[in-house]
Nanobody
Framework: QVQLVESGGGLVQAGGSLRLSCHAS????????MAWYRQAPGQQRELVAS???????NYADFVKGRFTISRDNAKNTVYLQMNSLKPEDTGVYYC????????WGQGTQVTVSS
């Protein structure tokens, strides 16, 4: 059974930082491209950042220079370090795993107050 479990969300003031984690089980983690998506109320889910099995990263323009995605294959975990947070970063952040099959986590809420 595949599970992606996100943690680390919460309430933070603008300019603050949060670190999200996503622990995967039931998959060969090292072979998967991992990504973080987010969804604001009334908005579509959008890609925030991704990291391939080889460690190549990709970022949405709106987080470049502020967010960093990384992975620890020994711990089956992908991280999203979020700095200089803005109120518009508020939303539910989802972890996604992709390699032939696609899996999603349940999401973690991030709220940035002004």
């Amino acid at each position: 059974q595949v599970q992606l479990v996100e943690s680390g969300g919460g309430l933070v003031q603008a300019g603050g930082s949060l670190r999200l984690s996503c622990h995967a089980s039931g998959i060969i983690f090292s072979g998967y491209t991992m990504a973080w998506y987010r969804q604001a109320p009334g908005q579509q889910r959008e890609l925030v950042a991704s990291i391939t099995s080889a460690g190549t990263t990709n970022y949405a323009d709106f987080v470049k220079g502020r967010f960093t995605i990384s992975r620890d294959n020994a711990k089956n975990t992908v991280y999203l370090q979020m700095n200089s947070l803005k109120p518009e970063d508020t939303g539910v952040y989802y972890c996604r795993a992709y390699y032939l099959h696609l899996y999603w986590g349940q999401g973690t809420q991030v709220t940035v107050s002004s």
